[in-house]
């Protein structure tokens, strides 16, 4: 009995230290991964505010004023508008090359002016959470996944983006009006698969250090 005493203090050390070492390894799996998370919603973000800027210097000035009329119109009306048509255009020319998936423009009001999906000109957006505070003037985004989603002219499939509803401002300084809200989705897809793979890497690394001791 004396000779097994030390087996069984030897074997419940090595469980110890065994799941000791698991539980670090997964901790720092998710602590990478939530830290890359951060930071490409982070980068996504910034990116749909620069889009929403060149958006708003190069598109907004020729269809401000379209937008803001849009409530006269109904919705069909809106979506067979030649300036609908115009406006899509030169939205997905300004989009091209870019991991955009989709534009929506909203009124002051929460109508859904303009989309690149047609069927969703004319949706009420006026009690959206999202659209609320881009009225007020903040940048809210969210990062979701979809198994399909409608993009520009295809329907794409198993998706990660970041959507962000961001003010549309018009002048500068105190001058700066908020004219309407544009949401942008974003792809992140291959970054964040890119992510993941690193974060794995990182803490199997890591884990296999911790495991030699």
Not at 79 to 93: G, K, V, W
């Given at each position: 009995m004396e000779l097994k005493q030390p087996r069984t203090l030897t074997g419940r050390f090595a469980l110890i230290c065994g799941t000791i070492v698991l539980a670090a390894g997964i901790a720092l799996y998710s602590g990478s991964r939530q830290n890359s998370l951060d930071d490409l919603r982070t980068m996504a973000e910034r990116n749909n505010v620069a889009l929403t800027q060149a958006f708003s210097n190069a598109i907004?000035?020729?269809?401000?004023?379209?937008?803001?009329?849009?409530?006269?119109?109904?919705?069909?009306?809106?979506?067979?508008?030649?300036?609908?048509?115009?406006?899509?255009?030169?939205?997905?020319?300004?989009?091209?090359g870019l991991a955009v998936l989709k534009v929506k423009i909203y009124d002051l009001a929460g109508l859904t002016a303009f989309s690149t999906e047609a069927f969703q000109i004319g949706d009420d957006k006026s009690s959206n959470a999202g659209f609320l505070s881009a009225r007020n003037g903040h940048v809210v985004s969210e990062l979701y996944h979809r198994d399909k989603f409608s993009a520009f002219e295809q329907e794409v499939s198993h998706r990660d983006m970041l959507s962000s509803y961001i003010p549309i401002e018009a002048g500068s300084g105190r001058n700066t009006n908020i004219e309407g809200v544009i949401e942008v989705y974003y792809d992140l897809t291959e970054l964040l698969a890119r992510s993941n793979r690193s974060s794995r890497n990182q803490a199997l690394i890591v884990f296999s250090t911790l495991a030699a001791f």
């Open positions: 907004w000035p020729k269809y401000a004023g379209f937008i803001k009329s849009a409530r006269t119109l109904d919705a069909a009306m809106l979506r067979s508008h030649p300036t609908t048509a115009r406006l899509r255009e030169d939205t997905i020319q300004q989009m091209r």
